[in-house]
C-alpha cells in the first residue's frame, strides 16, 4: 500500500506555540475518518473532501517546532458504530485499527442510510510505531464482517474482537511474540445471542466484559489457561448478563479491576446521558449488580479513567453532529468531570462546554494531571478539520477542567486517539 503524508504542519494555530503543552506521553496515535462530515448521520450528504483519505496519524512528544514529530500514513478506518477502534500494544510497539467500513470512492456524494450503505468492512490494519515519528504500515488480517471494536491483554498476548457476521460475534486471537495473530479461540458456550457492540479486557488478564446492544445488558467472560503453558485453551460465561440502562456504550475497568463503568447514551430520547458502576462478580458466587451512576451530558459516547482511578472525564457530544440549519443542531460539545471513590460511587463535579463536532475519544496522560480529547470538526466555513484538544485536571475536593491554550489540527474526522507511554 503506498504510503501518504499529509502535511499536517500546515493545520497549526498560530498560538499553538505561544504556550508549552502539557501532557505527559511519548507520543498520541489518532485515526480519522474522511469519508463523511458528522452531520451525514442525520441527512446522509457526505461533503467529502477529493483526494483526501482515511488517516493514521502519530504525534511524537514533546512537539518541537520543525513538525517532524507529526505523521500520517492512509489507514481504512471509520468513525461508525463504537469507539474502540484501535488499540496500542506498548509491548509489541504496534498499533491495530479495525476497518468497521471500507473506504469511499471521491464521486459518492450522498447515501441514504450511512449505516446501512458504507461498504462492509473486514480487517484489521497493523501498524509499526517503534519509531513514532515515522509509522509504519505492516500488513492486514481478517475479521468477521464489519468489525465493531478491539481490545488487547494486559500482557499483549491476546487480542479480542467483536463483529456483526454470525458465528464471529465475539473472538480471542492469541499473539506471538511479534504481535501477529497465530490462534482463534472462539466464542463461549452459552453466549446469548445478537449484536456485541463492546469488549473491554480485565486488567487481571483473565476475564473479558461485552456489551449486548440488542437486549441492553452488560455480562462477562472468563478465560480458561493450560497449566504448563498459560495459554487460554476456552472461555466461558461467568454469570447472567445485567441488564443497563436504555443504551450502554463503549465501557471501561477501572486500573484496579474493581469496578466497570458504562454510559448510558440515552439514544433517540433526547435527553442527557449517564453512567454507571458496574460491580462485576469475578468468583462465580454472586450475581452481578449496579452500585451508582451520575448524570451527564447527552450523547455521552466515550470517557477517560485517570491512572489511579478516582477522576472521570466523560465527553458529550450532545446534538453538535446535526447539519447546520437544523434548529436542533448544538453549536457546543462537553465534558462532564466526575469523582469515582474507592467504593465506587460516581458524582459529577461540573460540566464544560467547548467548541468540538462530534467528540468520541477521551484519553489521560501518564501522570492523569492532564486530558486529550477528539474532536471530528469544529464550526467553521472553507476548509475542515479534526483536532486534538487538550486540558489540565485539578483534582482534590473540588476538582476542575482547564483547557490548555493549545489545539493540535489533524484532517477532518478525528475519531479515536490513543497515547503512548
Known amino acids: 500500500m503506498k504510503k501518504i503524508f499529509v502535511p499536517l504542519f500546515l493545520f497549526f494555530s498560530i498560538t499553538s506555540f505561544s504556550q508549552n503543552l502539557e501532557f505527559d506521553a511519548k507520543g498520541i496515535v489518532a485515526i480519522s475518518d474522511a469519508d463523511m462530515a458528522a452531520s451525514a448521520f442525520v441527512n446522509g450528504k457526505l461533503f467529502k473532501e477529493r483526494g483526501v483519505k482515511d488517516a493514521f496519524t502519530s504525534i511524537k512528544l514533546p512537539l518541537e517546532k520543525s513538525y517532524d514529530e507529526v505523521k500520517s500514513v492512509t489507514v481504512s478506518n471509520s468513525v461508525i458504530n463504537g469507539t474502540k477502534t484501535m488499540a496500542v500494544s506498548s509491548i509489541h510497539h504496534l498499533a491495530y485499527v479495525v476497518d468497521t467500513r471500507g473506504m469511499l470512492a471521491d464521486n459518492v456524494t450522498e447515501l441514504k442510510n450511512v449505516n446501512e450503505e458504507l461498504p462492509a468492512g473486514g480487517f484489521i490494519t497493523v501498524i509499526d510505531i517503534a519509531d513514532i515519528a515515522h509509522p509504519k504500515i505492516l500488513y492486514k488480517f481478517p475479521t468477521g464482517q464489519n468489525p465493531i471494536g478491539i481490545d488487547i491483554s494486559p500482557k499483549g498476548e491476546y487480542i479480542v474482537l467483536c463483529s456483526e457476521e454470525e458465528g464471529k460475534e465475539l473472538q480471542v486471537l492469541e499473539l506471538d511474540p511479534n504481535g501477529k495473530p497465530i490462534r482463534i479461540i472462539s466464542k463461549p458456550h452459552g453466549l446469548p445471542s ?215 489540527f489533524l484532517s477532518r474526522g478525528c475519531h479515536t486517539i490513543r497515547i503512548i507511554k
Do not use: C
Request: no cysteine; glycine share 10%.
Open 194 to 408: 445478537g449484536k456485541i457492540s463492546d469488549v473491554s479486557w480485565h486488567p487481571n488478564d483473565n476475564y473479558i466484559a461485552f456489551t449486548l446492544e440488542d437486549s441492553k445488558e452488560v455480562g462477562l467472560i472468563k478465560t480458561h489457561r493450560d497449566g504448563p503453558t498459560n495459554k487460554i485453551i476456552r472461555l466461558e460465561m461467568q454469570g447472567k448478563p445485567l441488564k443497563v440502562g436504555a443504551f450502554p456504550g463503549n465501557g471501561q475497568f477501572t486500573p484496579d479491576g474493581k469496578f466497570y463503568l458504562v454510559p448510558d447514551l440515552k439514544r433517540g430520547l433526547s435527553e442527557d446521558g449517564e453512567i454507571f458502576t458496574i460491580k462485576f462478580n469475578l468468583d462465580g458466587n454472586s450475581e452481578h449488580f449496579l452500585i451508582s451512576k451520575a448524570k451527564v451530558g447527552e450523547n455521552p459516547e466515550s470517557f477517560g479513567i485517570s491512572p489511579d482511578g478516582s477522576t472521570v472525564v466523560v465527553a458529550n457530544i450532545r446534538k453538535t453532529f446535526y447539519p447546520w440549519d437544523n434548529a436542533i443542531l448544538t453549536r457546543k460539545a462537553s465534558l462532564s468531570l466526575l469523582k469515582l471513590t474507592p467504593d465506587g460511587n460516581l458524582s459529577n463535579q461540573g460540566d464544560y462546554e467547548f467548541d468540538g463536532i462530534l467528540p468520541k475519544s477521551v484519553v489521560f496522560d501518564t501522570s492523569g494531571n492532564n486530558i486529550a480529547v477528539a474532536a471530528y470538526d469544529h464550526f467553521n466555513y472553507g476548509k475542515h478539520f479534526g483536532s486534538i484538544e487538550f486540558w489540565k485536571v485539578k483534582h482534590g475536593n473540588k476538582p476542575s477542567l482547564q483547557k490548555q491554550d493549545f489545539r493540535l
